[in-house]
């Protein structure tokens, strides 16, 4: 972990973007003492698309059908 004042940060705001996406994690210290945390963001699996068949499947849902117009009908 590195502590950097913010004005010092600015100056290096690449750098440390590019430290922290390599797994550093960095705190940006203000004047008056209050630190921002500079970390990567771990993204998580993208869900694969439905297919056209899993698609059409969904409306012979009969419930999921009824709440859908009452949303519709709520909305008018």
């Known amino acids: 972990m590195r502590v950097l004042q913010i004005d010092e940060a600015r100056a290096r705001f690449a750098e440390l973007c ?30 694969p698309p439905f297919s056209e068949q899993e698609l059409l499947k969904s409306y012979d849902d009969p419930e999921w059908a009824a709440f859908e117009n009452n949303c519709g009908k709520a909305s008018d």
């Open 18 to 47: 590019a430290d922290a996406l390599g797994g550093e994690v960095i705190h940006l210290q203000f004047p008056g003492g209050a630190l921002l945390q500079l970390s990567a963001v771990v993204a998580g699996a993208k869900a």
